[in-house]
Each structure stands twice: as C-alpha cells, then as structure tokens.
C-alpha cells in the first residue's frame, strides 16, 4: 500500500527460534533460550505454518500517510511543461511553489524524487550525414587498428583564445580558508589560435599559435609536421569539416604520403585531440608533453 515502510525483524532470533522449534522444543523451552517472550515464539510457529517460509519474514506497517500524493507530483510536471511566467526564462522551485500554492519544500521533495535537475546542462549533437557508418568506421580503425609504422595524427583548432594577463596568487577568505585569487583588472594582448595535433600511438601534442586561422595558416601547420617525418612514411590525418580543411589538394599533391580523414558531419567528437582542447582550459598540458611553436 502507498507509503507503507518495511518492518525490521521484531527480534534477531527468528531463524534459531524457527530451527528449535523444529527440533521438538517447547514453546516455553525456546523462549528461554532465546531470551524472549512465549507469545513471540508462539507467532512465529503459527505463522510458519500458515504461510511456510514467507511467514518468518515480518509485514510492512502502512506507516504515516503522505501528505501529497500521485495528483500533487503531475501537477508539479505538467506546470514544468507550461512557459514560465513572462519575463522569465525558466522555472525555479519559489515560482513553482507560488503558482501552485505549495511549499518550496513540497515542489523540491518531487523534483529530487524525480531526479530533476535544474542547473545541470548537457548538450547533444545529432548528425544526419548518410555516410557517418563508413566515416565514423574508418576513423575508428585508424584508432584501433593504424597501419604498420605509420603515423596517425588527431589535428584540429582552437579559435580565438583570449591572451589576457592578470595578477594571480592565493589569498584568505573570512572563513580561514586559502583560495586561488584573481585580480578583477587585467591587460588584453588580443586573442590567438592555436593548431594542434595529436599523435594518437603516443599521446604527444605538437601545437602551434597563429593570429589568423586561414587555410594558408593550416597548410604552414601541416608542412612543419610532416617535415619533422622520413619522406617515406605514411601519414593519416583525422579531421573535422571546417572549411579550411577542405580544398587542399594542391597542397595533399605535393605530399603524396600524407592522407586526411574527415569525420562526419557534425560528429567532430570523433576526433580525439577535442578531448585536449576541453581539459586545456583547467588543465594546461607540461611543457613536456606539447611542443609549442608561435607566429
């Protein structure tokens, strides 16, 4: 029944006062032993042998009837479903309340229950390209199964970082806890684009800044990767499908060793050096692991 609570066993002994029992003792013998009252013991033999084994387990009690039922809960997600009210972007737990006339802890009970997260975002991208299967699997073998002693690289860009620079230290707050400090005032040196690839076999980062992100800027990139590789050797490049990865041929025709793979579309996921550049932001890589050039 609605907001009835499992009952704990009355007593830890059901199952040795069960075993006694069989072996022919008395109530009162049992009870003895046991340490609990003849009336326990007697129970829990009448209701072994009205129901067998599911009788030793205790019934739930109905407990406190809620407050707000099954009509309280669709009330609250068919308003969610409703615009908020004018002005506003969105619900939040005080106007939800006032619009139904409930308490705040009410309408929070629901959400929690329903797993409802307000503040928490995720996004999604779907791609309708009719040849994602091929593309994503050529991809994907390239990750898990590259060709002998070839060098498969994960390339892509990073537009427009802010190049700001701004005092920085620790500093303690009213609480006697030390936090990172940031000054409110900084001085802006304009915004860069950084070129990196991804050398998938090893996990190194070759990166490389510009002030333009133009197909020329791509090409110079390139060129200095594959200078670094024996003239022999095969190169795979992984993409996305931004325009100045496309219409190079004349530059790929000059490199007859180097091959471009593009991802589908709008699944530049696919592409393993995204993952750096999303880290990058709150985990800037040692100087080790990316060689960083500039322009």
């Not at 990196?196 to 490389?208: N, P, S, Y």
């Not at 197909?215 to 992984?238: G, L, T, Y």
């Not at 593009?262 to 530049?268: L, V």
Request: charged share 25%.
């Amino acid at each position: 029944m609605p907001g009835a609570v499992p009952r704990k066993p009355a007593w830890s002994s059901v199952p040795r006062s069960f075993w006694l029992a069989l072996r022919g003792k008395r109530n009162d013998e049992v009870s003895r032993e046991l340490g609990v009252r003849p009336n326990t013991v007697r129970l829990w033999r009448q209701r072994f042998a009205a129901r067998g084994i599911a009788g030793l387990h205790d019934q739930p009690r109905p407990g406190k009837k809620p407050k707000y039922g099954e009509e309280l809960r669709m009330r609250i997600l068919r308003q969610l479903e409703l615009p908020a009210p004018a002005g506003l972007a969105g619900w939040d737990g005080g106007m939800l309340a006032s619009a139904l006339g409930i308490s705040d802890a009410a309408v929070w009970r629901v959400l929690r229950k329903e797993g409802i997260q307000w503040r928490r975002h995720r996004s999604w991208c779907v791609s309708t390209d009719p040849q994602f299967a091929a593309k994503a699997a050529d991809i994907i073998g390239l990750y898990l199964d590259p060709p002998d002693n070839a060098l498969v690289l994960s390339v892509d860009e990073k537009p427009s970082i802010q190049a700001l620079e701004r005092a920085t230290g620790y500093v303690q707050t009213s609480s006697g806890k030390i936090v990172q400090g940031l000054k409110s005032t900084y001085k802006r040196h304009g915004t860069v684009n950084l070129f990196a690839a991804l050398e998938v076999a090893t996990g190194f980062i070759r990166g490389k800044t510009t002030q333009t992100k133009k197909r020329v800027d791509f090409q110079a990139f390139m060129s200095e990767i594959v200078e670094d590789q024996p003239a022999d050797r095969q190169i795979h490049v992984i993409l996305d499908n931004y325009c100045t990865h496309k219409k190079n041929e004349t530059w790929l025709a000059a490199h007859p060793n180097v091959t471009f793979h593009f991802t589908p579309t709008s699944a530049s996921w696919l592409n393993q050096v995204e993952i750096w550049f999303g880290i990058l932001p709150e985990r800037p890589c040692p100087a080790r692991a990316f060689a960083l050039s500039s322009t």
